[in-house]
Each structure stands twice: as C-alpha cells, then as structure tokens.
Nanobody, 118 residues
Framework: QVQLVESGGGLVRPGGSLRLSCTSS????????MGWYRQAPGKQRELVAD??????????EYGDSVKGRFTISRDDAKNTVALQMNNLKPEDTAVYYC?????????WGQGTQVTVSS
C-alpha cells in the first residue's frame, strides 16, 4: 500500500522558516507530479506548490499567496519532495498535505500542522 508521510511542521513565529518533507513508502515518486496543498480551518484546500516530473522538465507552479516565499523541490534519488517556507505569516497557518499525482485523482498524505503565531 502506497503511503505518503509528511514531516517538519510545527509552531513558528511570523517571519520564521520551516521546511516540510514528504516521502513515500511503497512506491517511487519519480514518475509522478508532486505537490503541496494546505487547508486552513473553514477554508477549502488550496494549492501551495507543485512540480512536474524531472523528465517533463520539473516545471513548478506556486499559489499566488506564497510566491517569492516558498520553494518546492524534489530529490528522486531520495524519494522525497520538500517545501521550504520562508517569511512565514499568520495566514500561512494550516494543515499542509503532500500529494502525488494531482489533486483530482492523486493520493494524499495525512497532513502536518503548521502554525504561525507570536
């Protein structure tokens, strides 16, 4: 059974940084588009960032609210996808989910909580 496991969430002050990591047990991530999404209380899940396969050029898309602050990367040799989050704001508080294969038909991790608060 394929599972995605996120790590790296936590509590951070505004302006701080966190690095999230996602890895898979049971399958290689190499052949899949990978993404990070988030869901804040009372809001819909939204795209944070995604990256295509390296064979497709590793094209990256960011949500408007995180452009210039967050960076997605993938290391297929280590079977991981990371999200570097800098200059965090209180509005970044949410559960962050790793996704393999796209929001419609892909699979999801269990989520990791990120809380930005002073």
């Amino acid at each position: 059974q394929v599972q995605l496991v996120e790590s790296g969430g936590g509590l951070v002050r505004p302006g701080g940084s966190l690095r999230l990591s996602c890895t898979s047990s049971g399958s290689s991530l190499r052949a899949f588009r990978m993404g990070w999404y988030r869901q804040a209380p009372g809001k819909q899940r939204e795209l944070v960032a995604d990256i295509t396969t390296l064979s497709s050029g590793g094209k990256i898309e960011y949500g408007d609210s995180v452009k210039g602050r967050f960076t997605i990367s993938r290391d297929d040799a280590k079977n991981t996808v990371a999200l570097q989050m800098n200059n965090l704001k209180p509005e970044d508080t949410a559960v962050y989910y790793c996704n393999r294969g796209g929001a419609r038909l892909g699979i999801w991790g269990q989520g990791t909580q990120v809380t930005v608060s002073s």
